[in-house]
C-alpha cells in the first residue's frame, strides 16, 4: 500500500473529530512536525501528524491513535520524545489556530518548532528550522537563548553535549 502525503486541513480535521468522541473534557493539541511546518508554508510533505494532546488517558490516547486512520505521533508531553527537551514554556507561547467544541488546536511558536527540529540534527529537520529562521527573522541570540534552556531542563546526557556542540556549529555556520 503507498503512503500518502497528509494536507493540513484535513489531518487537523480528522484529528478534531477523532477527539471529540473520545473525552467529554476540553483537549489541547499542539501540532509540531510537518504538519506545523505545512501551516507555516513550508512546501515540504509529511506523512504523519506529530502532536502532544493533553487531557487524555492512556487508553484514550490509543483510541485516537486507532481511530485517525493515518500515522501519527501522539502524546500527553512532548517536550520528553528525546533527550533534549523543548524550550521551558513552550505551551503558552503555542498559539491556537483552530477551537471546536472542547478541542483547541494550537502550533508550536516559530522559534520552538525551530528548536524542536534542531533537537533532532537530521538534515531534514535542518533545512525546516532554517525555513523558520528566515521567515520569522528569528536571531542567533533568541536560538542561543532557547538552546541554553532546552540544556538547563533537560537530563544530563553525552547527547546534551552532543546538541551543544552541534548548536554552536550550525550558529556560527548561519550567522556569519
Known amino acids: 500500500m503507498a503512503r500518502e502525503y497528509l494536507a493540513a486541513k484535513d489531518a487537523i480535521d480528522a484529528l478534531v473529530r477523532a477527539i471529540e468522541p473520545i473525552s467529554r473534557r476540553s483537549v489541547d493539541v499542539i501540532l509540531l512536525g510537518g504538519l506545523a ?8 510533505q509529511t506523512y504523519d501528524l506529530d502532536a502532544e494532546v493533553s487531557s487524555l488517558t492512556r487508553p484514550q490516547l490509543t483510541r485516537l491513535w486507532q481511530s485517525l486512520g493515518f500515522p501519527a505521533d501522539l502524546s500527553a508531553d512532548v517536550s520528553h520524545w528525546g533527550m533534549i527537551d523543548l524550550p521551558p514554556g513552550y505551551r503558552k507561547r503555542a498559539k491556537t489556530i483552530r477551537r471546536h467544541g472542547r478541542v483547541t488546536v494550537r502550533i508550536l511558536s516559530p522559534l520552538d518548532l525551530a528548536m524542536s527540529k534542531l533537537r533532532v540534527m537530521r538534515d531534514s529537520d535542518i533545512q ?10 528569528i536571531t542567533k541570540l533568541q536560538i542561543r537563548r532557547a ?3 532546552m540544556i538547563r531542563a533537560s ?7 552532543f546538541f551543544q556542540r552541534f548548536m554552536e556549529g550550525f550558529l556560527k555556520e548561519q550567522f556569519r
Open 37 to 44: 511546518m505545512a501551516w507555516y508554508g513550508s512546501s515540504r
Open 155 to 161: 537530563i544530563p546526557s553525552t547527547d546534551l553535549f
Open 128 to 137: 525546516d528550522a532554517l525555513f523558520l529562521i528566515r521567515r520569522f527573522r
Open 147 to 149: 538552546m541554553n534552556r
